[in-house]
């Protein structure tokens, strides 16, 4: 159960790293908004329309980013409270250990009690067996009764246990159709970039520092793409050590 606990230590911990790695390139899109504001502050100085609509269109996109990054950032929270709630439910186990516990060595200590008992009966009054009699049938029903309980209290963690396997699965199922959502999302602005950059490509070959500005803009969104499968990557790394656990 330790060892569980530490699990899950680190997996929150492995969702920090995921949470900073998040506000990363939340900054980094914000620097490139700015950026193409600048441009086309400069684009309208030149009075220069069709690349201010092809800068328009690329202002759209980073926005689409950003709406992107803070999905994952809230799937990110979203994760960190299931941990928490799981680390919860672990603490109320051992705790429901640590009364069995107890209650075992309380078992143990009024067993010793009554035979204690019963051996100075016997060797006080060996004339009153009736009388030990029925302090033998107590013992037996007391025995009894503790067992039952026992046997309630291990109920109750049994079904605790299921309960907490089948929400982590639910959980799991949520998490796997959130990824795939995110990768349909990623594809289709990779298709949005390419038809893009072949615009610029086409278009701009004549403005030669204009190009450049607009190829620093690309290298720019092909760093937040690979940032965003390094995400998605350590995404499933964490999926795959919640079903190891």
Request: glycine share 0%; no cysteine.
């Given at each position: 159960m330790l060892l569980l606990l530490l699990h899950q230590l680190l997996l929150l911990l492995l969702l920090l790293l995921l949470l900073l790695l998040l506000l990363l390139l939340l900054l980094l899109l914000l620097l490139l908004l700015l950026l193409l504001l600048l441009l086309l502050l400069l684009l309208l100085l030149l009075q220069q329309l069709l690349l201010l609509l092809l800068l328009l269109l690329l202002l759209l996109l980073l926005l689409l980013l950003l709406l992107l990054l803070l999905l994952l950032l809230l799937l990110l929270l979203l994760l960190l409270l299931l941990l928490l709630l799981l680390l919860l439910l672990l603490l109320l186990l051992l705790l429901l250990l640590l009364l069995l516990l107890l209650l075992l060595l309380l078992l143990l200590l009024l067993l010793l009690l009554l035979l204690l008992l019963l051996l100075l009966l016997l060797l006080l009054l060996l004339l009153l067996l009736l009388l030990l009699l029925l302090l033998l049938l107590l013992l037996l029903l007391l025995i009894l009764l503790l067992l039952l309980l026992l046997l309630l209290l291990l109920l109750?963690?049994?079904?605790?246990?299921?309960?907490?396997?089948?929400?982590l699965l639910l959980l799991l199922l949520l998490l796997l159709l959130l990824l795939l959502l995110l990768l349909l999302l990623l594809l289709l602005l990779l298709l949005l970039l390419l038809l893009l950059l072949l615009l610029l490509l086409?278009?701009?070959?004549?403005l030669l520092l204009l190009l450049l500005l607009l190829l620093l803009l690309i290298l720019l969104l092909l760093l937040l793409l690979l940032l965003l499968l390094l995400l998605l990557l350590l995404l499933l790394l964490l999926l795959l050590l919640l079903l190891h656990n």
């Open positions: 109750l963690l049994l079904l605790l246990l299921l309960l907490l396997l089948l929400l086409l278009l701009l070959l004549h």
